[in-house]
């Protein structure tokens, strides 16, 4: 085999391997740099801001905060701020609109209002879900623990997302007027 005959071989190869790694290189356009510290993953959501509000953890005692505050009572998460929430104690026993119209009135409104039940999943009474949805406020029920986890990650994703969490074991907000 001649000399000359290798040249164009070579550069072919060349041309073919070349337009691999570009066909390669534009599927994967994402930098392949990793942070040892976190064990080499990527947080894809990273970049951001913080959600303002965000849970750490769910206990007996109440729900806590990643900036460390313990919720002991009813509380709604809303706009990246924490309001206490007069409730009755009793689950649903003498609920009214009057507890939702923060809804009513907020602007902009929430995608979605992520309903907290305490321990275990009790459904909205009827009167009550229609005057959300009335209010323009699609509403997800759940117990307390389901809703701070969807709250957290849909807050992390930058939705604008509601919570109105009852504690796992219902108190009463110490000092609040009369629900």
């Not at 909205?124 to 949805?133: E, F, G, K």
Request: aromatic content about 6%; charged content about 20%.
């Amino acid at each position: 085999m001649s000399l000359s005959l290798l040249r164009p071989l070579a550069r072919s190869a060349l041309r073919q391997s070349t337009r691999i790694s570009l066909a390669t290189r534009a599927i994967h356009a994402s930098s392949s740099r990793r942070n040892p510290r976190d064990g080499g993953l990527s947080n894809i959501l990273a970049g951001g801001d913080a959600p303002s509000v965000e849970v750490k953890a769910i206990t007996q005692n109440g729900i806590q905060l990643a900036d460390g505050l313990l919720l002991t009572s009813a509380s709604i998460f809303l706009n990246g701020k924490v309001f206490m929430w007069n409730v009755p104690e009793k689950l649903w026993d003498g609920w009214k609109p009057e507890h939702f119209e923060i809804f009513e009135t907020v602007v902009p409104k929430p995608e979605i209002l992520l309903l907290g039940t305490g321990e275990r999943v009790d459904m909205l009474p009827p009167v009550l879900r229609q005057y959300l949805i009335k209010a323009g406020v699609q509403i997800d029920v759940m117990n307390t623990r389901n809703a701070c986890s969807t709250y957290n990650l849909l807050a992390e994703e930058g939705r604008r997302v509601a919570a109105a969490l009852l504690p796992i074991t219902p108190r009463r907000w110490e000092g609040a007027p009369p629900a």
